[in-house]
C-alpha cells in the first residue's frame, strides 16, 4: 500500500472552499486519527517478522483490516479523470491530484441520485468511506455523494442540460407555437391540492368563465416529480380527442427554493413539453425563477395567474373591441352603401341598363333572317342536284351498253363530288357573312346603336299615333256597325228599318235601331275570311 502523502490534513471541520490541485481528507470522526495503528493485529495467522511470509491473500487481509479502522466518512476534493459509466450503473473513476490519485467507485443506487453528469476533468468533492478491493490488492474511495468544486450540483445540472438541449435546438424560437386566442379547453398539469391550481382556476373563472379546464395531476416536488409531470403532459396529449380536444396546456406550479422547482429541469419533463402536439405554456415559481421547461416550452409566463391570464382573454377588454368593431363596421357600411346608391343612379341615366333586351331585339331578328335564307338557300342547291342527279339517272338508263354505264356513273360521281364542294363552299361562305354580320354588330356597340334605336323608336310610336283611329273619334267623328254580324256600315242601304246598330264614339259605344229606311236586304251567307275593312278596323281596335 502506498504511503500516505504529507500534504493530507486531518480535521473535523470541512474548510471549503479547498484549495487548487489538492487533496484534503475531511474524516468524521471523534478520535485523531493515529498512523501506528495501521499494525497486524495479536492473534493473527501470520507469523512475526522474520518467522516465515505471509501469503498475498494474508497481506491483503491484513490491510483489509487495517483500512476498516478508518473512518467511514471522508470528503475528498479532486479532479475526475478516466471516468467510465458501466451498463450496470455503476461509475468508475479516478481522483487525482497534481502529487497523486486514488481510484473511486460509485455504486448505481447513489449514482441515481445525482443532479448532473459527472466527466473528465471537472473538479468535484467525493463523500464515502475507503475500502481495499482484494482482487487487484487496491483501495479504493467507494462514494455515496458527488458534489462539484466552486459551483452547486443544482447549478452545474442546470448548466448541462441546458448546453444539452441548446445543441439539439429545443430551445430556438423557430419552432414555437403561437397560443390560441380563445382556447375552448385547457389543459393545467399541476398538483390537485396545490395553489397553483386554484389560482389558475380563480383567474379564469374572472376573465373568460366560459373556458373548460382539464387537470392531470402530477406530483411537482420530490423524488419522481419529473416523471410525473412528462406521463401528465403525454396522457393529455393522447386522450386529448377523446376528452373534446385540448386547445393549450399549462404546465407549472407556485414559487419555492431551487431544490422544490427541480422537477422542471428535468430531461424527461422537457422532452415530454417537446414531444406535445399541443402549444405548451409554462407557469413555474416567480418572475426570478427560470426553468428548462421555461426555455423548451411555446411561452413562459412569471406565475401560474399570469400564465391564466396569457391564454385566455379578458372579457371586459372583449367586449369593449366589439363595441368599437361594430360602430366602426356600422358607419362603414353606411358610407358603402351611399357610394353604392351614387353609383346606381349613374347607372340609371344609360338606357342599355334600364332596357338591355330592346337591345339584342334587332340583332336577333337580323340572325334568324339571315339563318332563314341559309336554309333555304342550302335547301334549293340540294333541290337542283337532286332533279340533276335524276335527269342523269334518267339518261343514264337510257344508254344500255357497260362501258358508257360505268363511264357516265364516274361523271355522276364527279357530279355529286362537285355538288357536295359546292354545298360546302357556299356553307362557309354563308357561315363567313354571318361571321362577319355577327362582328359588325359586336363593333356597333349598345352605345352607338342606342341612340339611332331610340329616334327610330319614337318615329314609330309618332306614325303609329297619327293611324290611331281614337283620334279621329275624339274629332266628333264616330264608327257604325250592325249589332248582328258586326259588320262596318260605309253606306245608308247597309241599315233597313228594324236593324240594331252599335255606334262607336270616343269615350264608349252607343246602341240604337233603325226606325226607317230601306228594306232588309236578304240574308247571305257570309264568305270566308268576312267584310276586308270590318277586319282591318278589328285588327287591335
Not at 72 to 87: D, H, K, P
Not at 103 to 116: E, I, N, Q
Not at 119 to 142: C, K, M, P, S, T
Not at 422 to 441: I, S, Y
Request: proline fraction near 6%.
Amino acid at each position: 500500500m502506498p504511503p500516505i502523502p504529507d500534504r493530507v490534513a486531518v480535521s473535523r471541520r470541512c474548510p471549503f472552499p479547498l484549495p487548487a490541485r489538492s487533496v484534503e481528507c475531511h474524516i468524521v470522526s471523534r478520535k485523531p486519527f493515529n498512523p501506528d495503528l495501521i499494525q497486524p493485529p495479536p492473534g493473527d495467522d501470520a507469523d512475526g517478522p522474520g518467522e516465515g511470509p505471509v501469503s498475498v491473500a494474508q497481506l491483503n487481509a491484513m490491510v483489509k483490516r487495517a483500512l476498516a479502522r478508518l473512518p467511514q466518512r471522508l470528503a475528498v476534493a479532486g479532479e475526475i479523470s478516466n471516468f467510465t459509466r458501466a451498463a450496470s450503473g455503476h461509475l468508475y473513476f479516478t481522483l487525482k491530484d497534481e502529487q497523486a490519485a486514488v481510484r473511486c467507485v460509485m455504486w448505481r443506487s447513489s449514482a441515481a441520485r445525482l443532479k448532473f453528469s459527472p466527466d473528465d476533468g471537472l473538479a468535484v468533492i467525493a463523500f464515502g468511506n475507503v475500502d481495499l478491493y482484494e482482487a487487484r490488492g487496491e483501495y479504493q474511495l467507494y462514494v455515496g455523494r458527488l458534489t462539484p468544486q466552486g459551483r452547486g450540483e443544482l447549478e452545474l445540472a442546470f448548466r448541462q442540460l441546458h448546453e444539452k438541449l441548446d445543441k439539439r435546438g429545443w430551445f430556438a424560437s423557430e419552432r414555437k407555437r403561437p397560443i390560441p386566442f380563445l382556447p375552448a379547453t385547457i389543459g393545467v398539469v399541476t398538483s390537485r391540492t396545490g395553489a397553483a391550481f386554484h389560482d389558475i382556476l380563480k383567474t379564469l373563472a374572472i376573465r373568460w368563465p366560459g373556458v373548460r379546464v382539464v387537470l392531470a395531476d402530477a406530483r411537482v416536488q420530490g423524488e419522481g416529480a419529473g416523471e410525473s409531470i412528462a406521463r401528465a403532459i403525454a396522457l393529455l396529449n393522447r386522450h386529448a380527442v377523446a376528452i373534446g380536444g385540448v386547445d393549450v396546456l399549462i404546465v407549472g406550479r407556485g414559487g419555492g427554493s431551487l431544490e422544490d422547482l427541480w422537477a422542471f429541469n428535468t430531461e424527461p419533463v422537457a422532452e415530454a413539453i417537446f414531444r406535445s402536439a399541443i402549444p405548451v405554456v409554462s407557469a413555474v415559481g416567480h418572475e426570478v425563477d427560470t426553468t428548462i421547461a421555461d426555455l423548451v416550452a411555446d411561452a413562459r409566463a412569471a406565475t401560474p395567474t399570469a400564465a391564466a391570464q396569457l391564454v385566455v382573454p379578458d372579457r371586459g377588454e372583449i367586449r369593449e373591441r366589439l363595441a368599437s368593431a361594430r360602430s366602426l363596421l356600422a358607419r362603414r357600411m353606411s358610407q358603402q352603401l351611399a357610394d353604392l346608391r351614387t353609383q346606381l343612379r349613374q347607372c340609371e341615366r344609360f338606357e342599355a341598363f334600364r332596357r338591355p333586351a330592346a337591345m339584342l331585339r334587332g340583332p336577333r331578328q337580323l340572325l334568324d333572317e339571315t339563318s332563314a335564307r341559309l336554309t333555304a338557300a342550302w335547301r334549293e342547291t340540294l333541290h337542283a342536284a337532286g332533279a340533276r342527279l335524276a335527269d342523269l339517272a334518267a339518261r343514264l338508263s337510257r344508254h344500255h351498253p357497260r362501258a358508257a354505264l360505268i363511264g357516265r356513273w364516274r361523271s355522276l360521281d364527279a357530279i355529286i363530288g362537285r355538288l357536295r364542294w359546292a354545298a360546302d363552299k357556299q356553307n362557309r361562305v354563308a357561315e363567313r357573312r354571318l361571321t362577319g354580320r355577327v362582328a359588325r354588330f359586336d363593333r356597333a356597340g349598345p352605345r352607338v346603336r342606342l341612340p339611332k334605336l331610340a329616334d327610330r323608336l319614337a318615329a314609330f310610336e309618332r306614325q303609329l299615333e297619327a293611324y290611331n283611329p281614337r283620334r279621329v273619334l275624339k274629332r266628333g267623328y264616330s264608327i257604325t256597325r250592325r249589332k248582328r254580324d258586326g259588320a262596318l256600315l260605309t253606306a245608308s242601304a247597309q241599315a233597313p228599318a228594324g236593324e240594331v246598330l252599335t255606334t262607336e264614339l270616343a269615350d264608349g259605344t252607343v246602341q240604337s235601331v233603325v226606325a226607317g229606311g230601306p228594306p232588309a236586304p236578304p240574308t247571305r251567307r257570309k264568305r270566308d275570311g268576312g267584310d276586308g275593312d270590318a277586319d282591318q278596323m278589328n285588327l287591335g281596335f
